[in-house]
């Protein structure tokens, strides 16, 4: 070995002209761990080598990413130092050839390398992933620059316009009914519908106050200066008018006054039917039936039968429960298509929110995408199984985020619940199209 050694010695020196006085022994390549000669020698940043079964025998042990000499952390994954390797089989062949045999025999290192080797692949997939997403990011830099600045200053924007408008979607729905003038009388037969308008003039010209309104009986409602003929219309007139009295106040018709109302749960509907719609949509059923799920049921999963006008006008002010048909076919759309319902529940309500349900129907489209995008990401990855534990580690966090809300809910300036509000209702579907964009385009970068 050492003739070899020497030999390699003379024809370095012939070749390059530098004399070597010494030989080389193996001592000199040697493993810090075995204290053997170096069989793949594997480099750590902190710059001692070792051989690479001995780093996987180490970490497989320790499963600590040091180097097993100083203790220092490597970054990435090790690889081997192919010119130190090349070195090391040219001058000691007959030493590696041996140290290789005796290694193939071992089956506890056989495993440690797989392991250590498997350790590996996860980490560079890790790595490729977050470099694909940092060029993403940096593909879109503008772009999210851009959004992010627009989106800080419209939201600033719409909480002090909708703010300062806030007074006047409270008027009626915090206001007693025995208070309201004629003008506000009038402001509420026009929200029972668009029927309703055609007896704004008879109401004014009657001067019809708060006071007066509730002394109202069916019969004087077909009498001038009312001469309300239609039976249907006269109906809902005094079935809403049963309910401002038994309330004392105008209850909420539309999204502002149904936030005025109930600032809070609006809020927490708001962020649990976007992040967690099945849970939301049991909590209504559960916890808030005839407020909240009824409506909702009757909106989304209408009956598909005929119809007469009377029905059509009163069917939102004397809700029944919903038939069998209405519930298969919300069943149907509760699991597999659940934003599709609050789709449908804002199409429903096009003629009074214009821009804001246009805005839900985008963002329930684009969460149905993202959900879309993470039950392929398990189908892909083989981990369907996983399903179980990821809803319920899911419903902890839900239920734990709304404990945590209702806790500080009473000190929480309504200043922030506005962004908060607004921000969810606008903002949100701006935000998804990017997550969209960055799913389709790491989903092509999988493909290729």
């Not at 004397?318 to 599709?340: A, G, H, M, N, S």
Request: with cysteine.
């Amino acid at each position: 070995m050492e003739e070899d050694v020497k030999l390699g010695s003379d024809n370095c020196e012939r070749s390059s002209g530098v004399k070597l006085d010494r030989n080389i022994s193996v001592s000199e390549f040697s493993c810090n761990c075995c204290y053997d000669i170096l069989v793949n020698p594997t480099t750590l940043n902190c710059g001692h080598s070792f051989c690479r079964h001995c780093l996987a025998l180490w970490w497989v042990s320790s499963k600590k990413t040091e180097c097993p000499e100083c203790r220092d952390k490597w970054e990435g994954f090790p690889k081997v130092n192919i010119l130190l390797r090349d070195v090391i089989e040219k001058l000691f062949p007959d030493a590696i050839k041996e140290k290789y045999e005796d290694l193939e025999q071992n089956t506890e290192i056989s495993r440690a390398l797989q392991a250590f080797n498997k350790y590996g692949n996860e980490q560079n997939q890790s790595s490729s992933r977050e470099g694909r997403a940092n060029h993403q990011r940096g593909g879109g830099g503008f772009f999210s620059g851009v959004l992010t600045a627009l989106t800080g200053v419209a939201v600033v924007l719409l909480v002090y316009h909708w703010s300062s408008r806030e007074s006047e979607h409270d008027l009626l729905v915090h206001k007693p009914v025995s208070k309201w003038t004629p003008e506000e009388v009038v402001l509420w037969l026009e929200q029972l519908g668009p029927w309703a308008s055609h007896y704004k003039d008879r109401f004014l010209s009657g001067r019809v106050n708060g006071r007066l309104l509730l002394t109202l009986a069916e019969d004087e409602f077909s009498k001038e200066p009312y001469s309300i003929e239609n039976t249907s219309h006269r109906k809902a007139i005094i079935m809403e008018l049963e309910r401002v009295k038994t309330l004392g106040v105008k209850p909420p018709q539309n999204l502002w006054e149904y936030r005025a109302v109930n600032p809070g749960k609006s809020l927490f509907l708001l962020y649990a039917l976007k992040s967690s719609p099945r849970l939301s949509m049991l909590y209504m059923y559960l916890f808030d039936y005839t407020e909240t799920f009824l409506p909702f049921i009757h909106t989304t999963c209408p009956l598909q039968e005929e119809e007469d006008e009377e029905d059509i006008i009163t069917k939102y002010i004397d809700l029944q429960d919903p038939t069998w048909i209405q519930w298969r076919e919300f069943l149907v759309k509760y699991v597999f298509l659940p934003y599709q319902l609050l789709a449908e529940f804002a199409w429903d309500w096009l003629e009074i929110h214009y821009w804001t349900s246009r805005f839900i129907i985008v963002n329930a489209m684009l969460l149905s995408v993202l959900e879309l995008f993470s039950f392929w990401r398990l189908w892909s990855t083989s981990q369907l199984r996983s399903i179980p534990r990821l809803m319920w580690g899911h419903f902890w966090k839900i239920s734990t985020q709304g404990l945590l809300v209702a806790i500080f809910w009473p000190v929480i300036p309504q200043f922030v619940c506005n962004c908060l509000f607004y921000w969810a209702l606008y903002f949100n579907p701006i935000i998804n199209i990017d997550l969209v964009v960055k799913k389709i385009r790491r989903l092509e970068t999988q493909v290729m």
